[in-house]
């Protein structure tokens, strides 16, 4: 009887006694990982490429993008037909065009003022992001908004955050009054 409980004082003891299991390097990765501040950094990303465009900075513009083959720009025509821009050098073209012809550069601000819902987040690991919201963006006389449903797919590089895919759907119809909108 007390060979048995020696014995199954010495097992506990030598159990209780292992090293705690160290976590693996994936695991400790993911609790580091900040959702919040890198939703932060991503959203910092978004509203200067969005008022660059609108302020029609060609420079600052291009700077939020990745330049690659694989990113894409697409939206809506209020004839119901839709645009799209595949890789860097097709989107940096037509960028390029629509800000000087339409925003002559900063001359002619189009839409002076927009608005963002909270938008929806998904991480997919460290370093991909999608994001979808609704956005309101003012009329030139800011008497009214326009709303867009938009998406973005998004890629952490060396020096930060890049946008890899833009889609806006504007209802280009309804109109909503300035001051309905907070």
């Avoid at 969005?50 to 420079?59: A, L, Q, V």
């Avoid at 002076?112 to 956005?135: C, D, H, M, S």
């Amino acid at each position: 009887m007390k060979t048995s409980l020696l014995f199954l004082f010495a097992s506990t003891l030598l159990f209780s006694c292992q090293p705690k299991e160290q976590k693996s390097d994936k695991q400790t990765q993911q609790s580091s990982f900040d959702e919040k501040a890198e939703t932060a950094a991503i959203m910092k990303v978004i509203d200067n490429e969005t008022k660059c465009f609108f302020d029609g900075n060609y420079e600052c513009w291009a700077s939020n993008w990745v330049h690659e083959k694989y990113a894409m720009q697409e939206w809506n025509n209020d004839a119901g037909s839709y645009d799209a821009a595949i890789g860097w050098d097709k989107i940096n073209q037509q960028g390029k065009s629509y800000i000087e012809k339409y925003y002559k550069n900063g001359k002619n601000v189009v839409h002076p003022q927009f608005k963002r819902e909270t938008p929806q987040v998904k991480f997919f690991g460290e370093n991909a992001a999608y994001l979808i919201w609704k956005q309101y963006n003012t009329d030139q006389e800011n008497k009214f908004f326009l709303i867009s449903q938009d998406t973005r797919i998004m890629e952490k590089q060396a020096d930060g955050w890049k946008i890899v895919n833009v889609t806006s759907l504007w209802d280009s119809k309804t109109r909503i009054p300035i001051d309905s909108i907070k």
